[in-house]
């Protein structure tokens, strides 16, 4: 009897090369170290915007080039093993924006290296007294008993930026409830359908990118302040400034005055 397996590979890759025609956006996920269930949740969240196609390699291959335009073709040297196909009808970028609030926290491992300090904040905790008391200390965390249970008395920086974390800090970390971690798709490359272009290196932060436009428009304003320059964001501080400036005149006039006399 002849495999049906062969058959089976042929309609995925027609079905999947039939998606990317009828979408606006393709993607490529890496969906590496991404434990199931947060998977699975991701994939629940966002399904009204994206399809999350996980296939093997050999199939992704033979769906880009089944999708017959060369403008595709340069995405196969990213498609690497634990790869996902994310296709959608939302524009690519803002299809990113998305997928990068799509983060679940999670606990550190041993061996894993910081993305920033990790603290411990100062406050009460639900660990009673007992081993855990010797942990915590072994890492310079100050702490004292109340109400029978461990409370740190002083913040403490146990693991920093850039640093391997340990065994007794993985440790202490997940007794603490503490998840410095956040896991989610990482996207390698976008192919936009209607330009035929394709994007890598995408970078989508929209906190860090809010606090730059923050910190910018405090800048700007701090130098439209400075040059006198006059708008509905600085008016009311330059004529706060000229009443200053017109009473110490007044207080001037008024001062040689009284010393003319």
């Known amino acids: ?6 058959m089976l590979k042929d309609k995925k890759v027609k079905e999947l090369a039939g998606k990317i025609n009828n979408s606006k956006t393709l993607m490529i996920v890496s969906i590496k170290g991404l434990p199931s269930k947060q998977f699975q949740e991701i994939k629940k969240s966002i399904r009204q915007e994206v399809t999350i196609n996980v296939e093997k390699k050999n199939i992704y291959l033979r769906a880009l080039k089944e999708f017959g335009k060369e403008s595709i073709l340069p995405l196969e040297k990213h498609i690497q093993d634990s790869c996902a196909f994310a296709i959608s009808n939302v524009e690519g970028f803002e299809l990113a924006g998305l997928l990068s609030k799509q983060k679940t926290p999670v606990f550190a491992k041993t061996g894993q290296t910081a993305p920033a300090d990790i603290e411990v904040k100062e406050g009460p905790t639900d660990l009673a007294p007992g081993p855990a008391i010797s942990e915590l200390g072994a890492l310079g965390i100050q702490i004292s008993v109340e109400n029978g249970k461990i409370a740190i008395k002083a913040p403490k920086v146990v693991v920093k930026e850039g640093a391997v974390i340990t065994e ?3 440790a202490v970390l997940q007794k603490l409830a503490i998840q410095p971690f956040s896991v989610g798709l990482k996207i ?3 192919y936009d359908i209607k330009s035929e272009k394709i994007y ?5 932060d929209p906190e860090a990118k809010a606090k730059e436009l923050r910190e910018a428009a405090g800048r700007a304003l701090g130098l439209a302040q ?3 320059y006059y ?3 600085t008016i009311g501080y330059l004529l706060a400034k000229a009443n200053m400036q017109a009473k110490a005149i007044e207080n001037k006039i008024n001062t040689n005055l009284g010393e003319g006399n």
């Open 1 to 6: 009897m002849k495999s049906k397996t062969p």
């Open 231 to 233: 708008c509905k964001e």
């Open 226 to 228: 400075k040059i006198s």
């Open 168 to 170: 007794a800090a993985a």
């Open 200 to 204: 890598t290196n995408i970078q989508i």
């Open 188 to 190: 390698v490359a976008i």
